[in-house]
Structures are given as C-alpha cells and as structure tokens.
C-alpha cells in the first residue's frame, strides 16, 4: 500500500514537473505582440482582485511595480467594476530596440459601459474610447515582459441626443453686408 502511494507521489510530481516546464515554454515563445495581447485580454476580463498576480505575470521593472504596489479598491475600480465592450485591436508598430529590446504600438477601440451598477440600457449611449499606447518590452531569461507605458493617445467620442445636435439647412446660412462702411474714428489730438 505504501508503495503505491510513494508510486502515485512520484507519478504526480513528474507530471506536475512536466506541466510547469511547458507551461513556462509556452511562456517563453510567446512574441512581444502576443505579450501585449495577452495582458490586455487579462486586464479587460478580470472577475477578482486576486487576478493582478495574472497581469504582474506579463510585466517586469516600474509596470510590475506599479501593479503589485496598487491597491484591492484601485484594482476593483480600475479593472473589476468597469465594464468594456471591445470594437478592436490592433498592432500598429513594432520597432525593435536591440535583440532584447523593443516597443508596440498597438490600438484599442472601445465602448466603456461604466461600472456595473450604473451601466446604461442601450449600449449605443456608451463612449466609444480609441485609445493609441505604445509600451516598451525587455526579454529576460528568453520571455519577453512589459516593462513600461512610453507612450499613449486617447479620444473619446460622447454619443450626442439627437435634440442637442446642430444640422445645417442647405444654401446660405447668412451673408454680411459688404457696402456698409463705418464713420471713420476720431483721431484724438
């Protein structure tokens, strides 16, 4: 019985060896832009405060410190209670740096629908956020890791009511009048 157990054990931790190692391969071969892709897809999707040790996973230097530094109510109101309904995403620009060393440009196009409690009813009132960034990554060890924003644009479009839009008439709105002339002024001596 006491073999089987020490069999299993063994079984077990080969196995769980094995899945880490491949796991971090998996890891390892991930390309800056899928790096990039990655993380977003976390930080877009997250249910629990405890799945910041996700993103801190893709990042390394002033980002990682940052995310590992903010607080359970910065991460709640920042990820876990704002609600996106994602348009697309695009990689824009890699510039490599060095072999260990490069920059993404990517674009973010989105509905920000708010926080959960106050999201609105018909989503065509949300704005739509185009956000442009640009972030730096490192390889370290072999496994490419954010380690800083370097860049970033953003615009916001507020959906208008249609009571409050200004529409034009067709032809001439007004002309001035170009024949009047006005007295000329007086020349204090």
């Known amino acids: 019985m006491l073999r089987a157990t020490?069999?299993?054990?063994?079984?077990?931790?080969?196995?769980?060896?094995?899945?880490t190692r491949?796991?971090?391969?998996e890891r390892q071969a991930m390309a800056p832009e899928k790096v990039?892709?990655?993380?977003?897809?976390?930080?877009?999707n997250m249910k629990q405060v405890s799945e910041k040790d996700d993103l801190a996973q893709y990042t390394t230097g002033r980002?990682?410190?940052?995310?590992?530094?903010?607080?359970d109510?910065?991460?709640?109101?920042?990820?876990i209670h704002r609600h996106y309904d994602i348009e697309s995403y695009a990689v824009?620009?890699?510039?490599?740096?060095?072999?260990?060393?490069?920059?993404?440009?990517?674009r973010l196009k989105y509905k920000d629908l708010g926080v959960a409690d106050q999201r609105p009813t018909d989503t065509s009132a949300a704005p739509m956020v185009q956000t442009e960034n640009t972030v730096a990554l490192i390889k370290e060890k072999g496994t490419w890791f954010i380690r800083d924003v370097v860049g970033a644009k953003t615009s916001i479009d507020f959906p208008v009511?249609?009571?409050s839009e200004i529409k034009a008439k067709a032809g001439v709105i007004s002309q001035p009048e170009l024949n009047q002339t006005q007295p000329p002024a007086e020349n204090p001596k």
Request: glycine residues 4%; aromatic residues 6%.
């Open 92 to 106: 824009i620009e890699r510039r490599d740096r060095t072999p260990r060393e490069t920059e993404i440009t990517f």
């Open 22 to 25: 491949s796991c971090g391969n």
């Open 63 to 71: 980002l990682k410190d940052a995310i590992n530094a903010a607080s």
């Open 36 to 44: 990039v892709e990655s993380y977003l897809n976390k930080a877009l």
């Open 161 to 163: 009511s249609q009571e």
């Open 73 to 79: 109510e910065t991460i709640t109101n920042a990820y």
């Open 6 to 19: 020490l069999s299993q054990l063994l079984f077990i931790g080969l196995v769980l060896t094995g899945c």
